[in-house]
Nanobody, 119 residues
Framework: QVQLVESGGGLVQPGGSLNLSCVAS????????MRWYRQAPGKQRELVAA???????TYAGFVKGRFTISMDNARKTVNLQMNSLKPEDTAVYYC?????????????WGQGTQVTVSL
């Protein structure tokens, strides 16, 4: 059984910062890549940032230069440091990971963590 658990969301003023974390646990052989998605009310879920097990990171254009994704392979953790937050960054943020167990490969999702950027 594999689980992803996110933490670090909350309420922050425009221009502020938050750091999201996601920890993978369970019968994990290796992690292919980890990603952060977000979904705002009434909108489709969108990819925010991704990082491979080798440390190659990619970002959506709307967060480039403001957000930084990092991964700790040993601790099976991915972080998303979010700076210069804007009201339009308000959304539920979801962690996603491509994980190999000893028997199969599957994508997994966390339960989401709310980020609200408001005065």
């Amino acid at each position: 059984q594999v689980q992803l658990v996110e933490s670090g969301g909350g309420l922050v003023q425009p221009g502020g910062s938050l750091n999201l974390s996601c920890v993978a646990s369970g019968n994990i052989f290796t992690i292919n890549a980890m990603r952060w998605y977000r979904q705002a009310p009434g909108k489709q879920r969108e990819l925010v940032a991704a990082i491979t097990g080798g440390g190659i990171a990619t970002y959506a254009g709307f967060v480039k230069g403001r957000f930084t994704i990092s991964m700790d392979n040993a601790r099976k953790t991915v972080n998303l440091q979010m700076n210069s937050l804007k009201p339009e960054d308000t959304a539920v943020y979801y962690c996603n990971a491509g994980i190999y167990t000893t028997t199969e490969y599957n994508p997994y999702w966390g339960q989401g963590t709310q980020v609200t950027v408001s005065l």
